[in-house]
C-alpha cells in the first residue's frame, strides 16, 4: 500500500519570503501522480498543484512549484513570495495511475503553514 | 456555477441513530468519494463509488453506508455501528480518466 509523509507539522514564513514544505511518499509503481491540496480556515480544500510522475520538468503555478525528485520520492512545495492568504494547511496526496485502479487519493497528515506580517 | 454541494454543513446525531450525509455534484463526474478528517490524522477513505449503481470500500469503510442510484448523487450514511463518528466528511468526485479530485464544502459531524 502506498503511504505519504509530511515531516513538518508546523511551519512558519514571513511575508513576502519563500517556504518550502516537505513531502515523501513510499510506492512500488511506477505511474502515478502527486499533489499539494491547500485547506484554508474554511475548511475547503483547494488543488495548489499537480505533478505526473512521467513527467521530469516541475510543475509550477504562479508562485507555487514543487522539486520532484521521483528516484528519492520526494515531492517538497515551495511557495514564493508568501502572501496572508497562503497561510492554511498544506497536504501532499498520491494518487496511482494504474489503469483500472480506484483512482483514490493517499494523504499526508499535512503542513499547517502559518504566514507572519 | 458547476460544483459540489454537501447538506448540512452542521449534523448532529444520537446514540443509536443513522444518519445521512448529502453529496450532489453537477460537474458530470463519473467518480465520487468520501472521506473522513479527523485532527492530525489527515484524510481518509471512506467509500468511493466509480460508475452508477457500482461501489467499493476505502480504508476505514466499517460503520458507513452509501449508494450511488444517479450519477449525480452520492450519499453517505453513519450507522449506529460508527462508535466514533464526530469528524469532518469531506466529499469529491472527478472525471473517470485520472484528473484531479474536486472538493465539497464538507459536513462537520457531532455526537449529541
Known amino acids: 500500500a502506498q503511504t505519504v509523509t509530511q515531516s513538518q507539522p508546523e511551519m512558519s514564513v514571513q511575508e513576502a519570503e519563500t517556504v518550502t514544505l516537505s513531502c515523501t511518499y513510499d510506492?512500488?509503481?511506477?505511474?502515478?501522480?502527486l499533489f499539494w491540496y491547500k485547506q484554508p480556515p474554511s475548511r475547503q480544500m483547494i488543488l495548489v498543484i499537480r505533478?505526473?510522475?512521467?513527467?521530469?520538468q516541475n510543475a509550477t503555478e504562479n508562485r507555487f512549484s514543487v522539486n520532484f525528485q521521483k528516484a528519492a520520492k520526494s515531492f517538497s512545495l515551495k511557495i514564493s513570495d508568501s502572501q496572508l492568504g497562503d497561510a492554511a494547511m498544506y497536504f501532499c496526496?498520491?494518487?496511482?495511475?494504474?489503469?483500472?485502479?480506484?483512482?483514490?487519493?493517499?494523504f499526508g497528515k499535512g503542513t499547517k503553514l502559518t504566514v507572519n506580517p | 456555477d458547476g460544483g459540489i454541494t454537501q447538506s448540512p454543513k452542521y449534523l448532529f446525531r444520537k446514540e443509536g441513530q443513522n444518519v445521512t450525509l448529502s453529496c450532489e455534484q453537477n460537474?458530470?463526474?463519473?467518480?465520487m468519494y468520501w472521506y473522513r478528517q479527523d485532527p492530525g490524522q489527515g484524510l481518509r477513505l471512506i467509500y468511493y463509488s466509480q460508475i452508477v449503481n457500482d461501489f467499493q470500500k476505502g480504508d476505514i469503510a466499517e460503520g458507513y453506508s452509501v449508494s450511488r442510484e444517479k450519477k449525480e448523487s452520492f450519499p453517505l450514511t453513519v450507522t449506529s455501528a460508527q462508535k466514533n463518528p464526530t469528524a469532518f466528511y469531506l466529499c469529491?468526485?472527478?472525471?473517470?480518466?485520472?484528473?484531479?479530485?474536486?472538493f465539497g464544502d464538507g459536513t462537520r459531524l457531532s455526537i449529541l
Open positions: 496526496a498520491y494518487r496511482s495511475a494504474v489503469q483500472g485502479g480506484s483512482e483514490k487519493l493517499v
Open positions: 505533478q505526473e510522475a512521467y513527467k521530469q
Open positions: 469529491a468526485s472527478s472525471i473517470y480518466t485520472h484528473q484531479p479530485q474536486h
Open positions: 510506492t512500488s509503481e511506477s505511474d502515478y501522480y
Open positions: 460537474l458530470n463526474h463519473d467518480a
